[in-house]
């Protein structure tokens, strides 16, 4: 799976491949634009959410919508969101490595186009370069899934 894309592989083995990456929504807000006195040292919130809708059988549009707050005290310096969309293809997966895959690999392929887009956004706003710290969807899944109780019978 590693080097064949999904079109290559063998007939019933499990493949995952990007077809498309897409800026598909943006929003950037700066009520006051960028005069901030004093130092530049605001409260960053980041949140992040990843959505999927099915294409088709075998085609998936992973969303990974990343939210940026900057306050200064009570002030929004800044608020930018970013909808960074692709398009990927799942063949023959379970329903659990579906969910895996597309809660952490699709997203960890997605941020750092976010990421750009964010930062290139907060630049164009007259801010200085804004940088998003890397995120480990790994971890993130893992941390949900043992947050999440599992029922037996």
């Not at 493949?15 to 929003?27: E, G, I, P, R």
């Not at 700066?30 to 005069?35: A, C, D, E, H, I």
Request: charged share 15%; proline share 8%; net charge negative.
């Amino acid at each position: 799976m590693a080097n064949e894309t999904a079109a290559e592989a063998a007939p019933g083995e499990a493949s995952l491949a990007l077809q498309n990456v897409y800026l598909k929504d943006c929003s950037y807000e700066s009520p006051n634009g960028p005069r901030v006195d004093g130092n530049w040292t605001p409260q960053i919130s980041l949140d992040l959410q990843t959505t999927s809708n099915p294409l088709g059988p075998e085609v998936r549009e992973v969303i990974l919508t990343v939210t940026v707050s900057a306050k200064y005290g009570e002030a929004t310096i800044f608020l930018v969101e970013v909808k960074q969309a692709g398009l990927f293809v799942i063949r023959n997966f379970s329903e659990e490595e579906t969910k895996r895959a597309v809660s952490t690999y699709c997203p960890g392929v997605l941020f750092p186009y976010a990421r750009a887009a964010i930062s290139h956004l907060v630049t164009q706003g007259g801010f200085p370069q804004f940088l998003l710290p890397p995120v480990n969807f790994e971890a993130l899944y893992a941390a949900n899934q043992q947050a999440t109780p599992t029922t037996t019978n």
